[in-house]
């Protein structure tokens, strides 16, 4: 039981390294340049079908991965710069529309590109097969390559943004744009600059999912619904709150939908219970997000405002 | 004077007999799920039902049709403004297609009130095929229960004690469980619904892991079959606990991306591209010249749905709606070469058919399944004694 329930924990850490590095970008986005970007998620999908096409000409899981991130960054720059920048002065709804927009845009020229069927990658020989941690559970190699991963980049982020200039012209920015803008920081440059990095966090998330799930038109959309319950939990523009958050959802979500059966299976008969716990697992995480809100209304973690 | 008389008597005679054209050509509605992991699916149902029109240049059983073909995107309210819009608009007289059995409770009642008929290629939920059955649903390729009986047969046949079973929450999902348990001799150790569309399913890997069963069944038709074929892979865990499918979990795209891993993995199916038939040989090759890919199954059950029509459209002249009792009647016969071999309609309109066990074996680098003998013969759905038609 205690095997199962450790399992069941990395398994919900490893969708929460997912999330964090999807809802990074998404938090930096929101709370920095104060845009809804629905259109996140397609960064996402960009990146798992760069690394699927580059894997597969070079048969190199590692040049795949380096080399499909910027990639990534350069359909963001591209998007920023004709799309997202004319957004700034436009309110949310323009906002949502637009980035909705880019959405259908991605997905079907996706489509017409790649074709309906998925496209599937493999793990790279020496990520693949199990090992068996500590408490013996046995687990797959990618998956805590993927946390490793996630890590990683939870902590260069953190470095980025407690210890660097731009990381404390970002900080403030967050606080109040305008100061920092009368202090004379180029506050476009530095839009862009948020907007390619948090879309490369996204393109590596989908390029580490490839081998994971399937590549398909879409597949970002999935992820950031959880993704948008994620930064409101941790508080928007915190990227500290994004990983907690992500981590909470991401674990929330799999022991739902792991445990949530058996326990209900203990009252019910098997099959109200398989019935029921199928919807509730999938109510879990939004009922979390209510308490949190109830509670903490603007997050675990919210960045000071000047408005 | 007399010119003008002369045109305008020309002219009303031209459009009597374009509307008479038009009026000969039976108008069929394809609503079906193109987008996303699952669109493969209803590609193939489209491909086969196109390639057997192709064969007879435009016509099925030597009358013109014409098909309009929309994606449903696996979501019913998309199925039903398109079922609405068939039904109104363009005044489709055969409705097909659907793939996925959350669309066809709600796309098959608007057909059928509106005094169409509604042929099958694919979903066919319990609901039609008991009580609730008519007389102008007619389902081509299997209820949707009897893939899962047969994967029940053959898990007893090869004698497994105990098993796992695994589904999406929606109604085939239900159905693929029941018509499990309903044919499986040995225990349920475990039942778990997943969500549609889920792509990881690391959750329910381990839970199996725990559980520790002596096999997985599992329903997860296109893109969740091959993710969760992969994970399973990946989690060390075919070796330990062997899969017995249904068709639609190992259907060939799924062979093709999960690769060397699905070896040995044991399905029941109604169709193998080895069934020896002259229908079959001929649909092989004439789907893989057209196309340049190997049919799927649900390739098989798209040619067969458009050979079904093409034979009662044969019989009745083209007259579909215009003569309701006769194309039924055509359609019940089912006078046509299946693919699949010896077919008949039940009094349910649903199928009575041969149920074969396959396995997966590796030929020339390409992974495909090869049937190894019958399971059920002549094998009926469970709801059909609950339905009133004869």
């Not at chain 1, 966090?201 to 989908?206: R, T, V």
Request: aromatic share 8%; proline share 3%; charged share 15%.
């Amino acid at each position: 039981m205690s095997q199962l329930f450790l399992e069941q924990l990395l398994n919900g850490v490893q969708l929460g390294m997912f999330l964090f590095l999807v809802s990074a970008g998404l938090t930096l986005v929101f709370g920095f340049m104060n845009i809804i970007n629905l259109a996140h998620g397609s960064l996402f999908m960009i990146g798992a079908y760069a690394m699927a096409l580059i894997g597969g000409v070079t048969g190199s899981f590692l040049a795949a991965l380096v080399l499909s991130v910027p990639v990534v960054a350069c359909a963001a720059w591209v998007i920023e710069i004709v799309i997202i920048r004319r957004l700034h002065a436009r309110d949310h709804l323009d906002q949502v529309l637009a980035t909705f927009a880019l959405i259908l845009f991605i997905n079907e020229g996706t489509t017409m590109l790649f074709g309906r069927v998925p496209l599937f990658l493999d793990v790279p020989e020496s990520l693949s097969g199990t090992v068996t941690l500590p408490g013996g559970v046995t687990y797959p190699l990618y998956r805590v390559a993927i946390i490793g991963a996630g890590l990683a980049v939870a902590l260069a982020l953190w470095l980025i943004i407690a210890r660097t200039r731009v990381g404390m012209q970002i900080r403030a920015g967050t606080t109040n744009r305008e100061t920092v803008e009368q202090l004379g920081v180029n506050i476009d440059r530095l839009n862009t600059l948020i907007f390619v990095v948090g879309a490369m966090f996204a393109g590596l998330a989908g390029a580490l999912a490839g081998p994971l799930t399937s590549v398909e038109v879409g597949m970002g959309e999935n992820l950031l619904i959880l993704c948008f319950v994620c930064v409101v939990i941790g508080g928007i523009g915190s990227i500290r709150g994004a990983m907690l958050g992500a981590i909470t959802v991401g674990v929330v979500d799999t022991m739902g939908r792991a445990f949530v059966p058996d326990i209900l299976g203990r009252f019910l008969d098997p099959a109200t219970a398989s019935g029921i716990s199928a919807g509730l697992s999938s109510m879990s995480i939004y009922l979390l997000m209510v308490v949190v809100l109830v509670f903490r209304p603007t997050g675990l973690f919210p960045v000071a405002r000047s408005v | 004077m007399k010119l003008m008389k002369i045109n305008a008597l020309a002219g009303l005679l031209l459009s009597a007999t374009c509307a008479a054209a038009l009026a000969e050509e039976v108008k069929i509605g394809m609503i079906t799920t193109l987008s996303g992991p699952a669109g493969y699916l209803g590609q193939d149902v489209r491909d086969g039902f196109m390639l057997a029109i192709a064969e007879e240049g435009g016509m099925l059983g030597g009358v013109k049709v014409e098909v309009l073909v929309e994606d449903d995107g696996l979501k019913p309210e998309n199925g039903r403004a398109i079922a609405e819009r068939f039904l109104e608009r363009d005044e489709v007289e055969i409705m097909t297609g659907v793939i996925f059995s959350n669309i066809s409770p709600v796309v098959a009642p608007l057909t059928l009130r509106a005094g169409r008929f509604y042929i099958t290629p694919n979903s066919a939920p319990s609901q039609f095929a008991g009580k609730n059955c008519h007389e102008n649903y007619f389902a081509v390729a299997w209820q949707n229960d009897s893939l899962h009986e047969s994967a029940g047969l053959n898990a007893t046949a090869q004698g497994y004690g105990n098993a796992f079973v695994l589904a999406p929450n929606y109604q085939a999902g239900k159905d693929a469980i029941a018509g499990f348990k309903r044919y499986f001799g040995g225990e349920i150790v475990g039942e778990v619904y997943t969500q549609l569309g889920q792509t990881d399913y690391a959750a329910e890997i381990a839970r199996i892991r725990a559980a520790g069963p002596e096999m997985v069944f599992q329903f997860l038709p296109g893109g969740m079959g091959i993710n969760f074929a992969k994970q399973y892979d990946q989690a060390g865990m075919n070796a330990e606990v062997p899969m017995v499918l249904a068709a639609p979990s190992s259907d060939i795209n799924i062979l093709r991306a999960v690769g060397e891993s699905m070896v040995g993995v044991s399905s029941s199916s109604h169709w193998n591209h080895d069934l020896e038939n002259e229908a079959n040989q001929a649909f092989l090759a004439g789907f893989e010249a057209e196309y340049g890919r190997p049919p799927t199954v649900y390739a098989s059950q798209g040619y067969d749905t458009a050979k079904l029509i093409a034979s009662a459209l044969m019989k009745t002249g083209g007259k579909v709606t215009e003569d309701m009792d006769g194309f039924r009647s055509a359609l019940k016969a089912a006078d046509f070469d299946s693919v699949r071999g010896a077919f008949a309609f039940n009094t349910n309109n649903h199928p009575i058919q041969n149920w074969y066990a396959r396995v997966v074996v590796e030929r020339d680098g390409e992974f495909v399944n090869e049937t190894m003998g019958v399971i059920a013969e002549n094998h009926a759905d469970a709801y059909a004694s609950e339905c009133a038609l004869n």
